[in-house]
Antibody, heavy 126, light 107 residues
Framework: QVQLRESGPGLVKPLETLSLTCTVS??????????WTWIRQPAGKGLEYIGR?????????NYNPSLKGRVTISLDTSKNQFSLRLSSVTAADTAVYYC????????????????WGQGNLVTVSS | DIQMTQSPSSLSAFVGDRVTITCRAS??????LNWYQQKPGEAPKLLIY???SLQSGVPSRFSGSISGPDHTLTISSLQPEDSAIYYC?????????FGQGTRVEIK
């Protein structure tokens, strides 16, 4: 059973960089045609896609343009982890941050978030 | 970006009722639609992928379908543990987007 767990600071100062790590257990992060994704959810609000990274090869990435180039997602296969960096944060970045596996279904044609971490609340405040 | 609109925003129903939630995309997404259930303090849980495929381990009272431009999540017989917020999500294009959520309460 694949399990994901986020870790990182719960408080970040404005204009600094938010850094979170997701540790994957129960399977290799580089096994299979999966993507590894970050999603966030402000308190009482809906879900927002941040970006994803492919599990193997050069680890191709895709980011939400709404975050205006502030996002970097990276992969560390030796530690079975992937990470999120979000720079120049403001109060609007305060949210619960989830890591999730973007699983490949329908022979690779369909994708859905089939495994999730428990979430990591990050508050941006001085 | 593809906008996902869910209706209703909230509903209240009795145990045993049939419940339907609708999701409409701002452009065609064919079968590339997933449904999630989120309970308070928990991460979302995948219920349905590719519009109508039931995720392993999910009770069979949950089902998904497409009718024209609308995707529908149906709970055939509402149970107390189904009290949650339900989200649709398109996987047709980037950035991936979610509906605003439908809160389901038990009367």
């Amino acid at each position: 059973q694949v399990q994901l767990r986020e870790s990182g600071p719960g408080l970040v100062k404005p204009l600094e960089t938010l850094s979170l790590t997701c540790t994957v257990s129960g399977g290799s992060i580089s096994g299979g045609s999966h993507y590894w994704t970050w999603i966030r959810q402000p308190a009482g609000k809906g879900l927002e896609y941040i970006g994803r990274i492919y599990s193997s090869g050069r680890g191709s990435t895709n980011y939400n343009p709404s975050l205006k180039g502030r996002v970097t997602i990276s992969l560390d296969t030796s530690k079975n982890q992937f990470s999120l960096r979000l720079s120049s944060v403001t109060a609007a970045d305060t949210a619960v941050y989830y890591c999730a596996r973007d699983g490949s279904y329908c022979g690779g044609d369909c994708h859905s978030y089939d495994y999730w971490g428990q979430g990591n609340l990050v508050t941006v405040s001085s | 970006d593809i906008q996902m609109t869910q209706s209703p925003s909230s509903l209240s129903a009795f145990v045993g009722d049939r419940v339907t939630i609708t999701c409409r995309a701002s452009q065609t997404i064919t079968k590339y639609l997933n449904w999630y259930q989120q309970k308070p303090g928990e991460a979302p849980k995948l219920l349905i992928y590719a519009a109508s495929s039931l995720q392993s381990g999910v009770p069979s009272r949950f089902s998904g379908s497409i009718s024209g431009p609308d995707h529908t999540l149906t709970i055939s017989s509402l149970q107390p543990e189904d009290s949650a917020i339900y989200y649709c999500q398109q996987s047709y294009s980037f950035p991936r987007t979610f509906g605003q959520g439908t809160r389901v309460e038990i009367k």
